[in-house]
């Protein structure tokens, strides 16, 4: 059984702070690792990819990848507002296409 | 900037009834898909196509779900006979590449 395992949260970090958002994952021949940003009633939003052990920054948006530990975590620079939602981690295997999902961190950023 | 669309927003039907929900994946991509997140709960995978054929399935995807690209741009989901469990948010995702895999707005089915 394929696990991808986040602490639910909420997170709270005031505005300007950074982030820190954390998941495990279970299948250790897992490839492929995503974060998604999901509004509360919306759909999932791709935010960030990483595929290989490092950092990989995008705007104020790092992810970071540790397949030795079965750790991937996303840093938020500068937090704003608008950044509160839920995000979840999702893993691929290489066995296939499908995407696991963690249950999500709550993130809330307080102005 | 392309997206995936999904029709209708939400769906409300009787248990025992068939229901079909659309999705009109972004137009380059290849890969599709379909999830579904039970309220408060994790999004759960059920189903990729590639190639006019299955690629994938959980244990979800039973005889009661099928799928079909009936056109060049169309991708659905049918579920023949609903149960009250079946109540979720179906996303509809597409990828150019496999993995990199892009949401739709979802449906909101409601067996009742």
């Known amino acids: 059984q394929k696990e991808v395992e986040q602490n639910s949260g909420p997170l709270s970090v005031p505005e300007g702070a950074i982030a820190s958002l954390n998941c495990t994952y279970s299948?250790?021949?897992?490839?492929?690792f995503f974060w998604y940003r999901q509004y509360s009633g919306k759909s999932p939003e791709l935010i960030m990819s990483?595929?290989?052990?490092g950092d990989k920054e995008d705007g104020r948006f790092t992810a970071q990848l540790n397949k030795a530990s079965q750790y991937v975590s996303l840093l938020i620079r500068d937090s704003q507002p608008s950044d509160s939602a839920t995000y979840l981690c999702?893993?691929?295997?290489?066995?296939?296409?499908?995407?696991?999902f963690g249950g999500g961190t709550r993130l809330m950023v307080k102005p | 900037e392309p997206e995936v669309t999904q029709t209708p927003s939400h769906q409300v039907t009787q248990m025992g009834q068939e229901v079909i929900l659309r999705c009109v994946p972004i137009s380059n991509h290849l890969y599709f898909y379909w999830y579904r997140q039970i309220l408060g709960q994790k999004v759960e995978f059920l189903v990729s196509?590639?190639?006019?054929?299955?690629?994938?399935k959980s244990e979800i995807f039973d005889d009661q779900f099928s799928v079909e690209r009936p056109d060049g741009s169309n991708f659905t989901l049918k579920i023949r006979s609903t149960k009250l469990e079946d109540s979720a948010m179906y996303f509809c995702?597409?990828?150019?590449?496999?993995?990199?895999?892009?949401f739709g707005p979802g449906t909101r089915l409601t067996v009742t």
């Open positions: 990483i595929y290989s052990n």
């Open positions: 999702a893993v691929n295997s290489n066995a296939g296409n499908m995407l696991t």
């Open positions: 995702a597409s990828s150019e590449v496999p993995y990199e895999q892009y």
């Open positions: 196509f590639y190639n006019n054929e299955i690629s994938e």
């Open positions: 299948d250790r021949v897992s490839q492929s």
